[in-house]
């Protein structure tokens, strides 16, 4: 069984940076593609960015293009969310999930196509 564990968040500044870190265990960690997913309170959960099996496919939403940044370290069993400049309305809860059906240079934006979700963790961004 998969599980999928978030760190990393917290209260920060505009203009500061955090970096979430997606922990998975339980099955092979580079079988699996990374998704990350942000909803804030009253909203719909939305896409952020994602990453192939690989690696070699990252994908974006608008919103975080030029901002975020999605890596994965397959040795440490783990994908990042780097995120600078944040902005007030990026305050959100922030979910990483992971899908072993996607092709290996695949990355996909809905979340339909991800199987496994983690709990979730914090992000604020002070004005």
């Known amino acids: 069984q998969v599980q999928l564990v978030e760190s990393g968040g917290g209260l920060v500044q505009a203009g500061g940076s955090l970096r979430l870190s997606c922990e998975l265990s339980?099955?092979?960690?580079?079988?699996?593609?990374v998704g990350w997913f942000r909803q804030a309170p009253g909203k719909e959960r939305e896409f952020v960015a994602a990453?192939?099996?690989?690696?070699?496919?990252?994908i974006y939403a608008d919103s975080v293009k030029g901002r975020f940044t999605i890596f994965r370290l397959n040795d440490k069993n783990a994908a990042y969310l780097q995120m600078n400049n944040l902005k007030p309305e990026d305050t959100s809860v922030y979910y990483c999930?992971?899908?072993?059906?996607?092709?290996?240079?695949?990355?996909?934006?809905?979340?339909?196509?991800?199987?496994?979700w983690g709990q979730g963790t914090q992000v604020t961004v002070s004005s």
């Open positions: 339980g099955r092979t960690f580079s079988n699996y593609a």
């Open positions: 999930a992971a899908d072993s059906s996607q092709g290996w240079n695949v990355a996909r934006q809905l979340s339909n196509d991800y199987k496994s």
């Open positions: 990453i192939s099996r690989s690696g070699a496919t990252t």
